[in-house]
């Protein structure tokens, strides 16, 4: 049984934490493939929750080999925290393996994220402010630092002055800030050195040969479809391959290995920081949204932007990553609405309009063309089959799947493992 990638068919957001932590228990390894620290995933084990920014889900299920791969960018300090905060409430962490690939957040590419959001004003991007784009951007200029730079001093120190050389001339010059010294900055990272020596490994090796041993590898994307550098809505989007193909680039697998590619979409729709939403609400519906279905966020504790279900959004997600399946979640925060909108097309100047347009222009133009479906008052987070939920609500879901170009294979009713009605199962 092969490679399956578990990703984000939306804003970010959709469950992906609980899904990936429902595979955990059936799967040999979990391997994050891009992002950092900017992802915030829940992760809720009987009357324990767990937020995990960098590590992957499956760090919970003790059978899986928690990777980080090549294409994630890791800030060592957080790190180091998080396998803290795990370990002090009793969860194992040595199997973890990191790429020494990876490319370090330095603590200049966070002030960087900082002062360039400020700079840019109203124009901003509401970025997480944890150095994920500037650290992209070094890796991408070439004059990123990776975790196997700290193995070698001399290496560690021509790299940090070659990314600092430009940065200070713009810190000082442009940004008004003082220049970071390149003796503090190694320092500091050399300090890391000894505590990640043992997690740090040839993943790209160990996933292929794995695979080979026909052991599962299940990919955990962070962030979602719509904020992918290439294919979302950009420039209001993260600097990485969320999608299907950047799980391949991302932790050198390639695409032929992997066999299901499941999106996961939540039943209405959330989006943190700035940029285009045609279904968001600015009314009582969007507070309840807000309300009912905790939409804070896990990583910033910002207020989450709401609006209803986007088929537009969910056939592109299809489209894009090649879905295979769909995972629906948080179908009961809509338990008690009389009428749901679902958002089936876009009217964009006057024309009505069926795919998402790739002009940045006309999606800031898009206003919603909504069919309304029938609600349902049932409690239903403890269905266990489809034939549990009430009539309106299966009539929700399979019209959403009509619309959406892939089959709903599971549907999540509550945050736990076992809220979670199975359809087709993914392995
Ligand atoms: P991720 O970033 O995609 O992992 O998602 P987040 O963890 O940021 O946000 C999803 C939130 O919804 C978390 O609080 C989850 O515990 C919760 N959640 C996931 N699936 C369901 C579901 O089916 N029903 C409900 N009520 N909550 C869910
Ligand atoms: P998970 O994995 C929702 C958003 C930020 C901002 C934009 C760029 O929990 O779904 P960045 O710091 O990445 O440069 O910010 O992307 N963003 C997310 N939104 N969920 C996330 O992760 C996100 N990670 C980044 O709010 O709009
Ligand atoms: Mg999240």
Not at 237 to 264: E, Q, Y
Not at 344 to 359: M, Q
Request: aromatic share 8%; net charge negative.
């Amino acid at each position: 049984m092969p490679a399956l990638v578990l990703l984000g068919a939306q804003w970010g957001d959709e469950g992906k934490g609980k899904a990936t932590d429902l595979l955990g228990g059936s799967v040999d390894y979990v391997v994050r493939y891009q992002g950092g620290n900017n992802a915030g995933h829940t992760v809720v084990v009987g009357d324990q929750k767990y937020a995990l920014h960098l590590l992957p889900s499956g760090i919970l299920s003790p059978g899986c080999t928690p990777v980080i791969g090549n294409g994630v960018v890791v800030d060592p300090s957080v790190l180091f925290s998080e396998l803290n905060g795990l370990n002090d409430r009793g969860v194992d962490t040595s199997k973890l393996l990191i790429s020494g690939n990876a490319h370090i957040i330095t603590p200049y590419n966070v002030t960087v994220d900082k002062v360039t959001e400020r700079f840019l004003g109203k124009r901003k991007i509401g970025t997480t402010g944890r150095g994920i784009g500037p650290t992209y951007a070094d890796k991408i200029n070439r004059v990123g630092i990776r975790i196997q730079d700290l193995y070698d001093e001399s290496i560690l120190t021509q790299k940090v002055e070659a990314a600092l050389d430009g940065k200070n001339q713009l810190l000082t010059k442009v940004f008004n800030r003082r220049a970071i010294e390149v003796g503090q900055v190694v320092e500091e990272l050399l300090g890391y050195a000894d505590r990640l020596k043992p997690y740090v490994a040839d993943t790209v090796l160990v996933l292929n040969q794995a695979l080979e041993q026909d052991k599962v590898v299940l990919f955990e994307g962070g962030q979602g479809t719509l904020l992918d550098i290439d294919h979302g809505t950009y420039p209001f989007v993260t600097s990485s391959n969320p999608t299907a193909g950047g799980a391949c680039t991302g932790a050198g697998v390639g695409p032929t290995k992997i066999s299901r590619v499941i999106g996961i979409l939540k039943a209405y729709t959330t989006r943190v920081g700035s940029g285009p939403f045609p279904t968001e609400l600015f009314d009582e519906d969007g507070d309840a949204l807000r309300r009912i279905g905790g939409e804070r966020g896990v990583t910033t504790g910002r207020d989450r932007r709401c609006g209803w279900f986007d088929a537009v959004i969910a056939r592109y997600a299809t489209r894009v990553n090649g879905l295979t399946d769909f995972f629906l979640t948080k179908l009961d925060i809509l338990t008690g609405w009389e009428q749901i909108p679902v958002c089936v097309a876009y009217e964009i100047d006057g024309r009505r309009v069926e795919e998402l347009p790739y002009s940045q222009t006309d999606f800031h133009h898009a206003k919603p063309v909504y069919e309304y479906l029938p609600g349902w008052s049932e409690d239903i987070t403890k269905a266990k089959s489809f034939s549990d939920l009430p009539k309106n609500a299966q009539d929700y879901v399979k019209a959403l799947e009509e619309m959406s170009g892939a089959p709903i294979s599971a549907i999540g009713v509550g945050p736990g493992r076992d809220e979670t009605i199975e359809i087709n199962s993914f392995l």
